[in-house]
């Protein structure tokens, strides 16, 4: 119940395309959703981040879209770059910890 | 912003030996710090929770006896992995939490990789 399931475990994306990562928890006592881009041999660095009371939230290009009844989330990536190639995870927190996903490698093709 | 400091960036030490490595919140006060281990291509494997003063928390499955969280202060945690033999390679990463930072703030260090030789 603790477990948040990601996919797709990679991902290619043209440029200027949209990119779109997804998430599926259990646990309804999670309280918190993050997004988190971490590129090789860094830490993690916050994306963006969402509350079950909200069905979207919206950054620059990136948005987060929640189904609070579908236990399920989404990243989306509008106009992805290059630069945006890394590995992203979802996570959610539940009794003060972070639980993360699998992970989404993420490749912009030029 | 929250920044988190984590030193070292990477190590090698010889098997047997311990390594400490330490992790700083350089802008705010961390009530509470995390210390994950990330191997290859995988995700982020909670190892412990530590509130300032108190014992760390660890998760099961994690040796506390091999890894010594000392978090004596709010803006220092470390992590001491003990007797350190080469299945202790890995990247390890620290994060810091604040409950002024909304309550929901988790503020990650660059992380360390450790190579045990």
């Known amino acids: 119940q603790q477990q948040v399931k990601q996919s797709p475990q990679s991902l290619i994306v043209q440029k200027g395309g949209i990119s779109i990562i997804n998430c599926a928890y259990e646990?309804?006592?999670?309280?918190?959703f993050p997004w988190y881009q971490q590129f090789p041999g860094k830490g993690p660095a916050l994306l963006i981040a969402?509350?079950?009371?909200?069905s979207e939230k919206k950054e620059g290009r990136f948005t987060i879209s929640f189904n609070k009844s579908a236990k399920q989330f989404s990243l989306h990536i509008m106009d992805s770059q290059p630069g945006d190639s890394a590995t992203y995870f979802c996570?959610?927190?539940?009794?003060?910890?972070?639980?993360f996903g699998q992970g989404t490698r993420l490749t912009i093709n030029p | 912003g929250a920044v988190v400091s984590q030193h070292p960036s990477w190590v090698i030490c010889k098997s047997g030996t311990s390594v400490k490595i330490e992790c700083r919140s350089l802008?705010?006060?961390?009530?509470?710090m995390f210390w994950y281990r990330q191997f290859p291509k995988q995700s982020l494997m909670l190892m412990a929770t530590?509130?300032?003063?108190?014992?760390?928390?660890?998760e099961q499955g994690v040796e506390k006896d091999k890894f010594l969280i000392n978090h004596a202060s709010l803006t220092l945690s470390t992590l001491t992995v003990t007797s350190a033999h080469p299945e202790d390679s890995s990247f390890y990463i620290c994060?810091?939490?604040?409950?002024?930072?909304?309550?929901?703030?988790?503020?990650f260090g660059s992380g360390t990789r450790l190579t045990v030789v």
């Open positions: 530590s509130n300032e003063g108190s014992k760390a928390t660890y």
């Open positions: 646990n309804t006592a999670f309280d918190y």
């Open positions: 969402i509350r079950p009371d909200v």
């Open positions: 994060s810091a939490s604040a409950t002024g930072q909304g309550g929901y703030g988790y503020t």
């Open positions: 802008d705010f006060q961390a009530t509470t």
């Open positions: 996570a959610a927190r539940g009794a003060q910890k972070l639980v």
